[in-house]
């Protein structure tokens, strides 16, 4: 989950660490931070809301869940192949 991983693969990995002045440039057009959770962790969720209030963005919970991701592989494997 990017919420775990953060710290390395956006602060570090975008150089915000050494950069901050890019903060910006980077989510200064992002109107607000989406969590996709697919299973309810509390500390998954503090650690989401402290992204989003360090970001200045106002955080939005989605409850995904895992079903349905079975359904669509295999509808998407039945369908006719697109034309092109």
């Known amino acids: 989950a990017l919420v775990r991983s953060y710290e390395a693969l956006v602060v570090r990995g975008l150089g ?5 002045e890019l903060h910006d440039s980077y989510f200064g057009n992002y109107r607000r931070v989406v969590y996709l959770v697919q299973r309810h962790d509390d500390a998954l969720l503090q650690r989401a809301h402290a992204i ?4 200045g963005l106002p955080l ?5 869940g895992y079903g349905g991701l079975e359904a ?3 509808a998407a ?4 192949p697109a034309a092109g």
């Not at 939005?60 to 995904?64: A, L």
Request: proline content about 10%; hydrophobic content about 55%; charged content about 25%.
């Open 72 to 74: 669509r592989l295999l």
């Open 77 to 80: 494997l039945a369908a006719p």
């Open 52 to 55: 989003a209030a360090g970001l």
């Open 60 to 64: 939005e919970v989605r409850f995904t």
């Open 16 to 20: 915000l660490d050494r950069f901050p």
